[in-house]
């Protein structure tokens, strides 16, 4: 449509193609007002740049054109997005004449626009509820997993049989193995979402590379093949990088090295490919001399969740994770990755990256725990536990107990509080779960360094959230540190051995040693696995005896409590309850019990109204558990 318009922008001309763009006859257009014509915001658009022609045109200066996308009224009450463009004209000898505009229907376009807009919001929308459940999921799992592990670690270091301790071993063993697959999906996960930090600190190559041979070689010898480690030489000084990162890409590329090699060796090479004064490139190279890869397998082969062959995964085991992460990581570091192979010849995985040097003097990348037996390191000190599950409590005193320190047991924020307001001085530091009823980890540890003043006390929150945002928000409200769950325990001894000074030893924290399990009298209860519980806790009555002790005393009245809390609307207590006793039934191998609960959990959070139908089953599960044990209690 092509229009033109005087200085105050009323028409002086309208194209007839404007009856088929607005609806109007030209002429009806004609007699129109720039706010009969468009839409509030595009009118607005379109005057103020007639104000800007005006007020130019008196102080005698060059007039400008115009362009821009505005919605124009049609006769149907419908509106047309329309892209415009308008020139002043001017006469030979320089004196106004008229505005000529061109105006085009763009209404497609912008609908395309608004296809793709809404696209982009949905896959934006489903990558962070993805990230949600990843870290629900992280949640669910590891607080089982604290138990396992933990429990696992605490009975390595009692008097076991050979058969038990082989036992133990093997949960451990499944457990660490479950561990690394989840934390594979999580890097993954915070990769993708963006959320993943590098964290460059000064490290020494030769001293990273030295770790990873000692991890590796073991593996490598216990298959029969050598490994071999080539650092650039002469040595390099200290390098400024992400030595962590490094070390997990390496570990990942010589562990899969180690898994697809039969015979043969297995060789590190690092060199330097190009270098400056301030820094430089490193090529790492591993070769192996196992059952190679096809060349129509190379393309995929760092794509997630896939492996070079659909068998591998049956024979080897993995997700087929570990290389697109490293991918990931190389590329977030700056660097390029790569693979050459051929069948039944070995393979060549590669990458570069670039580093600066530096002579800050370097951290210990990684704690190793020191080899042989340990003596207790934590003889004399007195810690605060607060966490509101009693299995956890019950399993984090166990192993400070080993470690020769007291426990003092809080189930909520508001219990530990009211603890050091009496006492400020009665313990060297605070093991804090952040999700808690009553009071939470957060608001607990914010009431500790603001209304209580123990600002040097060290507070440890102890937390099965894994994001980096979960960590970071534990840190903003006066955490020292942050313990992950599940509860490594040379993980968390060293960590409270860093930051606190034990007290002399007294009788209250003298280290015993628990007397030797006898599984053939572990107990069989209606409504229990037996045979699972007893493989989850290494054939150790007492421990389960005491667990199912516990489990009765806190969750017997757990559907009157929880009948009470949905009276007085209180969903979300209610929720927290069934999801605190469905994590307890499962670890005692109660599946139909914790299968109650989570029928329950899932209608309270769906909104359901009518739940007594699933509180009566939950209701009777727990009777029945109840009745079964009571001559085991």
Not at 151 to 178: C, D, F
Not at 190 to 213: M, S
Not at 252 to 274: D, M, S
Not at 520 to 543: K, N
């Amino acid at each position: 449509v092509i229009v033109t318009l005087d200085i105050n922008g009323r028409y002086t001309y309208v194209s007839p193609s404007v009856e088929k763009l607005r609806g109007y006859p030209a002429e009806e257009v004609m007699r129109q007002s720039l706010e009969e014509a468009l839409t509030p915001p595009s009118c607005k658009t379109v005057q103020a740049y007639f104000q800007s022609l005006r007020e130019r045109q008196a102080a005698g200066l060059p007039l400008e054109s115009f362009r821009a996308e505005i919605e124009q009224r049609h006769q149907s009450g419908a509106t047309i997005w329309t892209e415009i463009m308008i020139s002043p004209l001017v006469s030979a000898d320089g004196r106004f004449v008229e505005v000529l505009g061109v105006a085009r229907d763009i209404s497609e376009r912008k609908r395309y626009e608004h296809e793709l807009r809404q696209a982009y919001d949905a896959a934006e929308a489903a990558n962070a509820a993805k990230s949600e459940f990843l870290a629900h999921m992280s949640h669910e799992i590891r607080t089982p997993m604290n138990a396992v592990l933990g429990l696992a670690q605490v009975l390595e270091r009692e008097p076991l049989s050979g058969k038990q301790r082989e036992m133990v071993e093997r949960i451990r063993s499944a457990g660490q193995s479950l561990l690394a697959i989840l934390n594979d999906v999580l890097d993954l996960s915070k990769i993708e979402a963006g959320q993943l930090r590098l964290e460059p600190r000064p490290f020494e190559l030769a001293a990273l590379l030295a770790n990873v041979d000692s991890l590796m070689g073991q593996a490598a010898r216990s298959k029969g093949l050598s490994l071999r480690l080539q650092g650039p030489q002469p040595a390099l000084a200290t390098l400024l990088g992400d030595g962590l990162r490094l070390e997990q890409i390496l570990l990942n590329l010589l562990g899969n090295a180690v898994k697809f090699t039969e015979q043969g060796a297995i060789e590190l090479r690092v060199r330097v490919t190009e270098q400056e004064k301030t820094s430089l490139w490193l090529r790492f190279e591993v070769i192996d001399s196992g059952m190679g890869i096809a060349p129509e397998a190379l393309e995929r082969l760092f794509s997630p969740f896939t492996q070079a062959d659909a068998g591998i995964g049956r024979r080897f085991g993995g997700t087929g994770l570990g290389l697109s992460i490293c991918k990931r990581l190389v590329e977030l570091m700056g660097g390029e990755i790569g693979a050459e192979s051929q069948p039944g010849q070995g393979s060549n995985f590669w990458f570069e990256l670039p580093f600066e040097r530096t002579a800050l003097s370097c951290e210990p990348s990684v704690r190793r725990p020191p080899p042989g037996p340990i003596a207790p390191r934590l003889v004399g000190a007195r810690i605060l536990v607060v966490d509101d599950s009693a299995m956890n409590r019950d399993l984090v005193e166990r192993a400070l107990r080993l470690e020769g320190a007291s426990a003092t047991l809080a189930a909520d924020g508001q219990q530990a509080v009211q603890l050091l307001r009496s006492t400020p001085a009665a313990f060297d530091a605070v093991l804090m779960d952040i999700q808690m009823p009553v009071l939470d980890g957060l608001s607990a540890t914010r009431l500790i360094r603001g209304e209580l003043g123990l600002r040097e006390l060290p507070v440890i929150a102890f937390t099965a959230g894994v994001r980096e945002e979960q960590q970071a928000a534990a840190r903003a409200a006066g955490a020292d540190e942050v313990l992950p769950k599940p509860m490594d325990l040379e993980q968390m001894v060293t960590l409270l051995s860093d930051w606190i000074q034990p007290r002399p030893a007294g009788p209250a924290s003298e280290v015993r040693s628990a007397p030797a399990a006898d599984p053939t009298d572990f107990p069989v209860i209606a409504g229990l696995d037996s045979e699972r519980a007893a493989q989850r806790l290494g054939g150790d009555r007492q421990i389960f005896l005491d667990l199912l002790a516990m489990f009765v005393a806190e969750h017997r009245d757990a559907v009157p409590q929880v009948r009470g809390e949905l009276e007085r609307g209180e969903r979300e207590a209610a929720a927290r309850r069934m999801h605190t006793l469905r994590g307890s039934a499962g670890f005692l191998c109660a599946t139909g019990l914790m299968q109650s609960a989570a029928a329950v959990e899932e209608a309270i959070d769906r909104g359901q109204e009518e739940l007594e139908p699933v509180l009566l089953a939950l209701e009777r599960a727990i009777i029945g558990l109840v009745e079964a044990s009571a001559p085991w209690r």
